[in-house]
């Protein structure tokens, strides 16, 4: 197991420590990541596999999910591979450079994810409040057009903060009390002036989930009172249907989200080791379980991926014949 204590010596290298105070549990720990991961990989290929060939899903609402897929798995490869390290081998050490590209990457697919859900939560407006124009709206091109914003927000509003660490002196500890380079974590290290860094970081944070989750509840409140004005029960019933995938991976990604965030911000009085728990679990869980969500409540997916592993299954005797 690699040790810190020449991180002290080298500034150039900063060690990341996993979990303080639960470092004899990190082998266990490791299972659940290890399960996780797993289920990030195969679920979101599966999604995208099955969206890709299935023509019949060319449409908006999976093409915003094959996006959400997509950063999933980026964010994943971006902290999975060396929060095993962590766990399994003590690894942590880990070049400033990396850690601050580590830090842009998992933070702007982050802000790229919340951008995602506020477009998935218009295309659930315009299905049900303007179905006539929802063909006419969201046009490929304009789906690939919110794909990019969502880059190009995300990249834009995390870019300043690698820089704004560079310009910061480490001249005690190099040792990160967490299991990636999260920003803050980072900030806490230096020996300088880091109310910019702390200011523009709450600022970020502030805008992406501040901004998008208003805009979300307002998609809703519409939907709501659009719902509340149909006349039969059963269409009631299927429109709020149509919701519940997307309602369900809502509060999967930003609730433990806003627990992170209120915890690192507010509560000082809570154990070190419970805001990297969950800060782990805004990480690891919603790309795992947004595959399944969908999968289990979107009967079109289910239905497709139930037709290919058969279609697969029925090839595979063909050939054993």
């Not at 766990?87 to 697919?109: D, E, N, Y």
Request: proline content about 5%; glycine content about 4%.
């Amino acid at each position: 197991m690699e040790s810190p204590n020449h991180t002290h010596l080298d500034p150039s290298v900063f060690f990341l420590l996993g979990i303080p105070g639960l470092e004899q549990f990190h082998l266990w720990f490791s299972l659940p990541v290890c399960c996780l991961g797993t289920a990030t990989i195969v679920g979101n290929i599966t999604i995208l596999v099955v969206v890709a060939t299935e023509p019949a899903l060319h449409k908006p609402v999976y093409l915003f999910l094959c996006m959400l897929s997509t950063i999933d798995l980026a964010a994943s490869f971006s902290t999975v591979p060396k929060l095993l390290a962590i766990f399994w081998c003590g690894a942590g050490h880990i070049s400033a450079s990396a850690c601050l590209v580590q830090m842009f990457f998992i933070h702007a697919f982050c802000m790229m994810e919340s951008t995602v859900l506020l477009a998935m939560a218009f295309d659930r407006y315009v299905a049900i409040c303007h179905p006539l124009r929802y063909v006419t709206i969201l046009t490929n091109t304009i789906i690939a057009r919110i794909g990019v914003i969502a880059m190009i927000r995300g990249s834009l509003l995390m870019l300043p903060c690698p820089f704004l660490i560079r310009r910061l002196s480490f001249c005690q500890s190099h040792v990160i009390p967490h299991t990636y380079c999260e920003h803050m974590a980072v900030v806490k290290l230096a020996c300088g002036d880091t109310r910019p860094n702390r200011v523009y970081g709450l600022t970020a944070a502030l805008l992406v989930i501040g901004v998008d989750l208003f805009c979300i509840s307002l998609s809703y409140a519409f939907i709501a009172q659009a719902v509340l004005h149909l006349s039969s029960q059963e269409a009631r019933s299927k429109a709020l249907g149509t919701c519940g995938s997307h309602v369900c991976v809502i509060l999967i990604s930003y609730t433990p989200a806003l627990f992170s965030f209120f915890t690192h911000r507010f509560g000082h009085n809570v154990p070190l080791h419970i805001h990297i728990l969950l800060a782990n679990v805004y990480l690891l869980f919603p790309p795992a379980l947004n595959p399944v969500v969908y999968g289990v409540k979107t009967k079109e997916i289910r239905e497709r991926v139930v037709r290919v592993f058969l279609r697969e299954q029925a090839t595979g005797v063909k050939t054993s014949e």
